[in-house]
């Protein structure tokens, strides 16, 4: 069975900080590539962060970088992002992803939590 469980979301001023956690099913943890996404503005699915499967290569998007933290609990199969100085364009549905490896290109994807930012 594979899951990938969020939390962590909710609501915070311009400049605040939160952190979502995802539970990630064993079987998979160790074997995908694991990140977090969020829907975007055209109602497409970008990329936040992302550590790659083979040489554990973290990745960001260019808006978060020096603001948003990834980073895994191994012996919790628990995967975490820091989001610290938030602001309201960071207002989204953010959600977990385990991709390539044995999970393959479309992977795996958690339900989703929401961040809303205000001024």
């Known amino acids: 069975q594979v899951d990938l469980v969020e939390s962590g979301g909710g609501s915070v001023q311009a400049g605040g900080s939160l952190k979502l956690s995802c539970a990630v099913s064993?079987?998979?943890?160790?074997?995908?590539?694991l990140g977090w996404y969020r829907r975007g503005s055209k109602n497409e699915r970008e990329l936040v962060s992302m550590i790659s499967v083979d040489d554990h290569i973290i990745t960001y998007a260019d808006s978060v970088k020096g603001r948003f933290t990834i980073s895994q609990d191994n012996a919790k199969n628990t995967l975490y992002l820091e989001m610290d100085n938030l602001q309201t364009e960071d207002t989204d549905v953010y959600y977990c992803?385990?991709?390539?490896?044995?999970?393959?290109?479309?992977?795996?994807w958690g339900q989703g939590t929401q961040v809303t930012v205000s001024s």
């Open positions: 992803a385990a991709k390539e490896g044995v999970c393959g290109p479309q992977g795996y």
């Open positions: 064993p079987y998979i943890y160790f074997s995908c590539g």
